[in-house]
């Protein structure tokens, strides 16, 4: 496994599970559970980033430094694609010049679905711009695959609605962008429990992406090591491959040398 690596946008990482920053009861937390979960690229909210930096001694780059962690920089909060195109450029300018970028383009902020249209506007400008775009997207093959041609380095598709813990809603669309597309594939969104996190890795996607499941846990540290290692589970399972399912029952022990009674 030393040689099976994450490979995104130029860059290769040993871990497969990728991390939020909020909804964490303090900042300690979130770092003490980041850091549990193994992640090395830890997503944050442009917007947050701006805010905290106005009030030093709180700001989130402090718990998780840029020389420790590769920072995602998102456009959470997002309902156009101008909107998005903006933050992405403001993001740029506090993270010292970092060209990778969670684009997120909201339908509206109750369902919190990606509006791919306008998505896909944001997508094309900003790789326009030099930027390294990892796109939150719907599950449907043919917006993957337009964002697969226009260059994304990344597409992430929803297992379901932000915030839900509802998991993979349709793992055959999952596995379907996994089959048809080249570019790393993540699954972001909607991850409730370890189990999922193994179930997106067994599927064949690159890796995972969450947040809620681990900050809103009973106990966030807990889980952010039970997240690490279903990653890792699904992962061996994807690469050992699966035995065929089957609808008739299969004999383990050999039928030959059968004692009559």
Known sequence: ???DKLKIAGKEYSSRLLVGT???????NASEAIRASGAEI?????RRVEIDSKLRDECI???????EFTILPNTAGCFSAQEAIRVARLGREILSNSNL?????LSDPKSLLPLMDETLIATKELIKEGFQVMVYCTDEIDYALKLEDLGC??????????????????????????EKISCPVLVDAGIGTASEVSLAMELGCDAVLLNTAIARAKNPIMMAEAMRDAAVAG????LAGRIPKNNLGAPSSPVKGRVNS
């Open 1 to 3: 496994m030393s040689k």
């Open 22 to 28: 909020g909804k964490y009861s303090d900042e300690k």
């Open 42 to 46: 830890v997503t944050v909210a442009i």
């Open 61 to 67: 780059l402090n718990y998780i430094p840029p020389k």
């Open 101 to 105: 970028i969670k684009l997120e383009v």
């Open 153 to 178: 380095s990344a597409v992430m598709p929803l297992a379901a609605p932000i915030g839900s813990g509802l998991g993979i809603v349709n793992p055959d669309a999952i596995a379907k962008i996994v």
């Open 235 to 238: 992962r061996k399972a994807f």
